[in-house]
């Protein structure tokens, strides 16, 4: 049976900001999602073939996705958006 995790990771949005997502950030963001799907943070050795393998698609995929998609909204600014996350952070948890 599927069971809920509560503290469920969010995934940082890396469209449309200036400058562009790194190759780190997007490997980084396939990383999350690979160990999230998988439930493994470090795979055994018996997996880590596959779970390399899956973190590489998982990137050019997030890569291809990035460069196809178009906005007609301004690009954000890294350090606003991280201001705000910060207040939000501040708000939330005092």
């Known amino acids: 049976m599927f069971q809920r ?3 469920a990771a969010t995934f940082a949005t890396l469209f ?3 400058p562009p997502a790194t190759e780190d950030e997007i490997r980084a963001s396939a990383l999350q999602f690979v160990r999230k799907l998988s439930g493994f943070t ?3 050795k018996v997996n880590e073939a596959a779970f390399d393998r899956a973190v590489e ?3 050019d995929t997030a890569r291809r996705l990035l460069v196809s998609l178009e ?3 301004p690009a954000r600014d890294r350090e606003t958006e991280a201001a ?3 207040a939000r952070s501040r708000e939330r948890f005092g």
């Open 5 to 7: 995790n509560p503290c």
């Open 16 to 18: 449309n900001f200036e």
């Open 42 to 44: 470090h795979p055994s």
């Open 57 to 59: 698609e998982v990137s």
């Open 71 to 73: 906005t007609a909204s």
């Open 84 to 86: 705000k996350a910060r």
